[in-house]
């Protein structure tokens, strides 16, 4: 018997654990008390994840598609071989841009196969880059884009004094803007010592069963709450006129476009009293020196979700609510290049009417194309059809937009190949399955560099493997395909500006070093610390502005006073026909499509239930247990409900990415279901970056005679 240090890897939150093992196996896993960052905390997601890694259904060899649709095992280098040879193929005859790559929420947290993924492309002529991020929160992208954003960042959770989040629900989800790591003893620390937490959401959460103020109001309308805060703030003159003054392009169109949304109105349409709404903005920016709004999964996935973003961001500027000329940054980072923090503001870019366009005319985002027109993209009948998709840590089968649509685009890819360690939906499309080692089985930095700067220290973990992969199997680091595939082709791999051997393959130590080598601490030093880390490096403050005429924020641009325009004409959502808003929530334990897997966590949710209110449940003749058919204006899907006081009446409360592929109709309580079967594509779609309506769907609820488990 021994322990060794690891770290999950589940979420940016990357948890500090301890591995007790035994015979070269993992027996379980525990928060390290002793980790200088998280102190022991490590939520259910990282405490059950030896039951995925040994889970019978795990898949340890790569496998091949059959024409009778079977699979069937076969050895990892005649894999590559004949996915090179289909590559190159496809390559010669249409080019890079035909082949595309979806990178999931797991790759995102592993340092070199998510750096890996973008040299590849780059290095075989591609720029179809597409990823969870587009079709996840995607309006943040956009926000700073069209707005602008502060270059020194906003306060974390231990400088501020209030917390105003729309919603979110970090303590499941365990991040929310400023909010990572350890949420409940963070959260419950920071209320202690005096901050006031704000959380406006449909349904009372666990982060707002916890909060000073709670408003539950109707799905949909954060747009509203948001404009009237910034309507009464400037009313009542609590904003911060002088950064106003020196930092905001245009704060009288900011006033003169919010002026419909008196506090009456705001009230009304979005179901909740004026007081309530008074008495948030009083605390947030009247009674408050410090601290943040942010938006959750619920904003970013409803209708108008850029603009619901633009909104509350607007309460952040309008207040100043930045670190300041002279403020200390609490991480400056560690693997990352030192950079100077200036008081100044980052120029708005429209990124997307400046580069190359999809075949549905959208642009990028930060250098990624729109996930919810990837679907589009391969289905398109000219030379720009995407014919070749990898996909890496995600399962677009469950989480694009209109399954129907997305499932026959993959369908119909020439070659598709999945990195994934379980047959999920998307796993059973594909051409070939590639199986990766583990988070226990690698080696990473955690946080990963990216992530850096959601934490609140200068901290690093090195995690090296703990136990080796299991034996006989031929599962592979995230990475490795893509450097054999082109080393098979012939095509040169650079790799963060060193062009990889061809024939000797790296380690992933080796393009860990080349990843860090400019990094504040040397990935050699960072690596002798397995248990993690708060190195000492420089303290960073914040700098005067680099001249007197920097860059505004663009509070209120043609195309924001536009949509704003549009939301208000719209009116409050009308269910003629409709009895029902359809909206998303967080499960303990998931993350998306991970973790239905697990079998404990499946134990506790077998199925995504379909939650009410008490009164609703009576107002349908329903009672707990029952299946019902849920219908929208695009599909219907059938779900068992289950009471919950917790959700506001009129809506109906599910999670995401469950089910399995439409046509095989598998028992609903067995895999739960695919609410993205109620998501449409050709409507309620965001213009910029092709965000769909995931979340406040109209929706009608009837009872099904049928058995529970049928």
Same mark, same amino acid.
């Given at each position: ?52 890694? !040994? ?93 602008? !954003? ?27 803007? *400023? ?315 650079? !790799? ?111 199925? *995504? ?102």
């Amino acid at each position: 018997m021994e322990e060794a240090r690891t770290a999950c890897r589940y979420c940016c939150g990357a948890c500090s654990m301890v591995a007790k093992i035994e015979d070269g196996r993992i027996l379980s896993v525990r928060g390290d008390h002793d980790s200088p960052l998280t102190a022991g905390f490590a939520c259910i997601r990282g405490l059950q994840s030896t039951e995925a890694m !040994y889970s019978p259904k795990r898949l340890l060899r790569p496998l091949k598609r059959q024409s009778d649709g079977s699979f069937t095992e076969i050895p990892l280098d005649t894999a590559l071989d004949e996915i090179a040879a289909l590559l190159g193929t496809i390559l010669s005859e249409s080019g890079g841009e035909s082949v595309a790559v979806f990178k999931g929420t797991q790759v995102w947290k592993n340092v070199t196969g998510h750096l890996m993924l973008n040299a590849w492309l780059a290095a075989i002529g591609s720029t179809r880059l597409f990823t969870t991020i587009t079709i996840d929160q995607s309006c943040k992208q956009v926000t700073m884009r069209r707005m602008g !954003y502060w270059n020194a960042g906003k306060p974390k959770l231990g400088d501020c004094d209030v917390m105003m989040i729309f919603g979110g629900n970090p303590l499941l989800s365990v991040a929310v803007g *400023n909010f990572t790591y350890d949420p409940v003893k963070r959260m419950k620390t920071a209320l202690k010592r005096g901050m006031k937490m704000i959380v406006i959401d449909p349904r009372q959460t666990e982060t707002a069963q916890n909060a000073t103020q709670y408003i539950q109001c109707k799905p949909g309308e954060d747009v509203a709450i948001a404009a009237g805060m910034v309507r009464m703030i400037l009313a009542e003159g609590w904003h911060d006129p002088a950064f106003c003054d020196a930092y905001v392009l245009d704060l009288d169109r900011l006033r003169a476009a919010v002026e419909m949304f008196t506090p009456d109105y705001v009230a009304q349409r979005a179901g909740i009293s004026v007081e309530s709404l008074r008495q948030a903005v009083e605390t947030f920016a009247r009674d408050s020196g410090t601290g943040i709004a942010t938006c959750g999964t619920g904003p970013s996935m409803s209708p108008h979700s850029n603009l619901a973003d633009h909104m509350v961001e607007c309460l952040n500027v309008i207040c100043g609510r930045f670190y300041r000329e002279g403020a200390r940054i609490p991480n400056p980072g560690v693997q990352t290049k030192r950079r100077e923090y200036r008081a100044e503001v980052v120029a708005p870019y429209r990124e997307w009417e400046h580069s190359p366009t999809t075949g549905t005319g959208h642009g990028t985002l930060f250098g990624e194309l729109m996930s919810g027109v990837l679907a589009d993209e391969i289905l398109r009948d000219d030379a720009g059809r995407i014919r070749a998709l990898f996909v890496n840590g995600a399962n677009p089968a469950v989480a694009l937009p209109d399954q129907n649509k997305a499932v026959t685009a993959l369908r119909s890819l020439d070659l598709l190949v999945a990195v994934e360690p379980f047959m999920t939906a998307t796993a059973r499309l594909c051409d070939y399955i590639l199986p990766p080692k583990l988070m226990f089985e690698r080696a990473d930095t955690v946080p990963s560099p990216h992530y850096e700067v959601l934490i609140d220290q200068p901290f690093v973990q090195y995690t090296p493997p703990v136990v080796a992969a299991p034996s006989g199997s031929e599962v592979v680091d995230d990475w490795y395909p893509y450097w054999a595939l082109c080393s098979r082709l012939g095509i040169p791999f650079p !790799y963060q500006g060193e062009v990889l051997d061809p024939d000797t393959a790296p380690t992933t130590d080796d393009l860990l070093a080349i990843t860090l080598r400019d990094s504040q601490v040397p990935f050699e030093e960072i690596r002798r610390y397995p248990a993690g880390r708060v190195f000492d490096v420089e303290p960073a403050f914040v700098l005067p502005p680099s001249g007197p005429d920097t860059p505004r924020f663009d509070v209120m641009p043609d195309d924001v006073e536009d949509e704003l325009v549009q939301y208000a004409a719209e009116g409050a959502a009308h269910l003629p026909t409709f009895t029902h808003l359809l909206t998303v929530r967080r499960l303990r334990g998931m993350m998306n499509s991970l973790g239905i897997v697990q079998p404990e966590l499946r134990r506790r949710h077998p199925y *995504n239930s379909a939650y009410l209110h008490p009164d609703d449940l009576v107002a349908l003749a329903l009672e707990d247990g029952d299946a019902v058919e849920i219908e929208s204006d695009v599909g219907r899907v059938e779900a068992i409900v289950e009471a919950d006081k917790s959700v506001r009446p009129g809506v109906l409360s599910m999670s995401h990415c469950w089910g399995a592929l439409p046509e095989e109709q598998l028992p609903f309580a067995e895999m739960g279901v695919s609410t993205n079967l109620l998501v449409r594509t050709d409507r309620f779609v965001e213009a910029i970056n092709a965000m769909p309506r995931f979340s406040s769907i109209p929706v009608r609820i009837r009872a099904l005679t049928v058995d529970n488990s049928q």
